[in-house]
């Protein structure tokens, strides 16, 4: 089968945050500590047992892609920035495959102290518009 076509592993996090502003702050800094190699904010309306009352708020979603391996050193990173004394924490594993699974195993590996930032490689999709 042809390299592209192989699983790759990966790990999925959904966290809330109470705003877009905090939604953004949070996952700037899990990809500035390269715990994270991409991160999706959805607004979204939730419903939520809290001290004996359904509560109801406006939050952002924020959907982790992240390997196995730095996990436990995102929830860690995640816990100490989030905005919430309880934030969500729900994690799953997946698997992804094709130019998309390359680009997230190309960004995931780690990077030694003095190896540097990476060489812009454009944006996933990008190819079409390149010769």
């Excluded at 979204?44 to 391996?69: C, D, F, M, N, P």
């Excluded at 495959?97 to 454009?122: I, R, V």
């Amino acid at each position: 089968a042809p390299q592209q076509a192989l699983a790759m592993a990966i790990e999925l996090v959904l966290t809330t945050e109470a705003d877009t502003a905090h939604a953004e702050r949070l996952a700037r800094a899990l990809l500035e500590a390269r715990l994270a190699v991409c991160i999706s904010l959805l607004p979204l309306t939730s419903l939520y047992h809290w001290q004996g009352r359904i509560e109801r708020s406006t939050e952002v979603q924020l959907l982790i892609k992240t390997s196995a391996t730095q996990l436990e050193a995102l929830k860690q990173l995640l816990e100490e920035l989030h905005s919430y004394d309880t934030p969500e924490w729900i994690h799953w594993p997946a698997h992804t495959a094709g130019a998309y699974g390359l680009w997230l195993e190309g960004e995931l590996a780690p990077l030694s102290p003095d190896a540097g930032a990476p060489d812009p490689a454009g944006r996933p999709g990008d190819e079409a518009l390149g010769g």
